[in-house]
T-cell receptor, first 110, second 116 residues
Framework: LAKTTQPISMDSYEGQEVNITCSHN???????ITWYQQFPSQGPRFIIQ???TKVTNEVASLFIPADRKSSTLSLPRVSLSDTAVYYC???????????FGGGTRVLVKP | GAGVSQSPRYKVAKRGQDVALRCDPI?????LFWYQQALGQGPEFLTY????????KSGLPSDRFFAERPEGSVSTLKIQRTQQEDSAVYLC??????????????FGAGTRLSVL
């Protein structure tokens, strides 16, 4: 079973910032928080990963508070092409599989 | 190649037929994974290879499902006597399996299997 809970869907508009919060009350010490993005008819694509505090790359930012019970993926200035399903995962860094939940369907409107 | 390649992209099978799905991982990636994704749901783990060794097959739903990676590169997922409930997208992923990559997996586009 997935260790994470996230909203089923979110709507936004072009140019806005999208923040998706993921709850993971019972993750283990060895678990990393990882986000994947999936477009229709494609496989999931790695976006960002973190353990705690803040991680930023060219695509997104990930905020993980000290208690690690939740995390927030932030997508700055979204465009229509950011419409996708976003998955929050909590798995061991040295693990042998990824555990996906249902994901959050983000719809970006013009 | 530049990414994980899967073939065929689409497969239609009559119930009871056997099917074989192919995965070409990223060159040099030691680990290879198969996932099953039902419509509207997240991918679910099926099995994992490290080189040619199948180290985890706990996710395979029945003994009709069989996977192999004989030379530690290309992998084949075989489904015998297909049933309608096998209809799904089958995703293959590969990983470098180094500490710094922290289990980041690279996915192919998947094979959509429809069993009639």
């Amino acid at each position: 079973l997935a260790k994470t809970t996230q909203p089923i869907s979110m709507d936004s508009y072009e140019g806005q910032e999208v923040n998706i919060t993921c709850s993971h009350n019972n993750i283990a010490t060895n678990d990393y928080i990882t986000w994947y993005q999936q477009f229709p008819s494609q496989g999931p694509r790695f976006i960002i990963q973190g353990y705690k505090t803040k991680v930023t790359n060219e695509v997104a930012s990930l905020f993980i508070p000290a208690d690690r019970k939740s995390s927030t993926l932030s997508l700055p200035r979204v465009s229509l092409s950011d419409t996708a399903v976003y998955y929050c995962l909590a798995d061991e860094a040295a693990g042998n599989k990824l555990t996906f939940g249902g994901g959050t369907r983000v719809l970006v409107k013009p | 190649g530049a990414g994980v390649s899967q073939s065929p992209r689409y497969k239609v099978a009559k119930r009871g037929q056997d099917v074989a799905l192919r995965c070409d991982p990223i060159s040099g990636h030691v680990s290879l994974f198969w996932y099953q994704q039902a419509l509207g749901q997240g991918p679910e783990f099926l099995t994992y290879f490290q080189n040619e060794a199948q180290l985890d097959k706990s996710g395979l739903p029945s003994d009709r499902f069989f996977a192999e990676r004989p030379e530690g590169s290309v992998s084949t997922l075989k489904i015998q006597r297909t049933q309608q409930e096998d209809s799904a997208v089958y995703l293959c992923a590969s990983s470098q399996r180094q500490v710094r990559t922290k289990n980041i997996q690279y996915f192919g586009a998947g094979t959509r299997l429809s069993v009639l």
